[in-house]
């Protein structure tokens, strides 16, 4: 497994080009942790599945796990497909804006770090992609990458912080995020949905500020490798400068 030190966050860019069935997608952290929104999403959590190209363009990337935040989960045929190509799928879904409790985030960053530990990447997804997926990736990134760097935890878990690099998106998610971190909650219910706001300003009517919060130290790409892939033609799934061995932030 890479060294804390080694991984990059990234933050997160609302993207609309989409990547077989896959809008909004881009690495949270290279070659660990991956988001996106619902499989050919149309505005709202709905009923999806994914093709065989989908799973094998995931296998080509190193997705060994699927964790699926939408209120639906995918649907049998897709569970069967990624499964043949020994991807895991578990649905920890929520209703839009809705926050998980402390529980599901740690289930879904331990996840993300068995998937880690054989060299594989984690793919996140929700609706659009945003606030349901930011809170577990921003989970994840709490409590097994600033934790471990000593990094002040109360600028990281605020909701300026959160909204800009994460996507996280109401009162309630920021709550969920400070009670898996061990940080005092404000009198917003961290399990209670939040209120989208529509105003220019985001849910909390303030801008967003990075913090002064700066961890990331160089790249850490996995080398796992799906066995069935092996010795294929590297650009079998390379399209529009999207190839095997990275997300190309400037390809979405």
């Given at each position: 497994?890479?060294?804390?030190?080694?991984?990059?966050?990234?933050?997160?860019?609302?993207?609309?080009?989409?990547k077989f069935a896959f809008t909004n997608l881009q690495?949270?952290?290279?070659?660990?942790?991956?988001?996106?929104?619902?499989?050919n999403y149309e505005h709202r959590d709905g009923n999806h599945t994914l093709s065989p190209v989908d799973v094998?363009?995931?296998?080509?990337?190193?997705?060994?796990?699927?964790?699926?935040?939408?209120?639906?989960?995918?649907?049998?045929?897709?569970?069967?497909?990624?499964?043949?190509?020994?991807?895991?799928?578990?649905?920890?879904?929520?209703?839009?804006?809705?926050?998980?409790?402390?529980?599901?985030i740690k289930d879904v960053a331990n996840?993300?770090?068995?998937?880690?530990?054989?060299?594989?990447?984690?793919?996140v997804y929700c609706g659009f992609g945003a606030g349901r997926t930011g809170t577990y990736v921003a989970g994840w990134a709490v409590l097994h990458y600033y934790m471990p760097l000593g990094a002040n935890l109360e600028e990281v878990c605020t909701e300026a912080f959160l909204k800009q690099q994460f996507g996280v998106e109401t009162p309630a998610q920021v709550n969920a995020?400070?009670?898996?971190?061990?940080?005092?909650?404000?009198?917003?219910?961290p399990y209670n949905s939040?209120?989208?706001?529509?105003?220019?300003?985001?849910?909390?009517?303030?801008?967003?500020?990075?913090?002064?919060?700066?961890?990331?130290?160089?790249?850490?790409?996995?080398?796992?490798?799906?066995?069935?892939l092996k010795g294929s033609n590297r650009n079998d799934f390379a399209m529009d400068g999207f190839g095997m061995d990275d997300f190309p932030m400037d390809g979405f």
């Amino acid at each position: 497994m890479a060294n804390t030190n080694e991984l990059k966050l990234n933050t997160y860019s609302p993207r609309n080009k989409k990547k077989f069935a896959f809008t909004n997608l881009q690495w949270a952290s290279n070659g660990v942790v991956a988001r996106s929104a619902q499989p050919n999403y149309e505005h709202r959590d709905g009923n999806h599945t994914l093709s065989p190209v989908d799973v094998s363009f995931l296998r080509y990337q190193r997705i060994a796990t699927v964790i699926g935040a939408n209120k639906f989960p995918l649907d049998d045929d897709g569970q069967k497909r990624l499964n043949n190509l020994g991807i895991q799928y578990h649905h920890r879904g929520l209703k839009d804006f809705r926050a998980p409790t402390v529980d599901v985030i740690k289930d879904v960053a331990n996840k993300i770090q068995a998937a880690r530990s054989k060299g594989g990447a984690t793919l996140v997804y929700c609706g659009f992609g945003a606030g349901r997926t930011g809170t577990y990736v921003a989970g994840w990134a709490v409590l097994h990458y600033y934790m471990p760097l000593g990094a002040n935890l109360e600028e990281v878990c605020t909701e300026a912080f959160l909204k800009q690099q994460f996507g996280v998106e109401t009162p309630a998610q920021v709550n969920a995020i400070r009670a898996a971190a061990n940080l005092s909650v404000t009198n917003t219910s961290p399990y209670n949905s939040g209120a989208a706001n529509s105003s220019a300003g985001g849910f909390w009517g303030q801008a967003a500020s990075s913090g002064n919060v700066n961890f990331a130290a160089g790249s850490s790409g996995a080398s796992w490798m799906p066995p069935h892939l092996k010795g294929s033609n590297r650009n079998d799934f390379a399209m529009d400068g999207f190839g095997m061995d990275d997300f190309p932030m400037d390809g979405f």
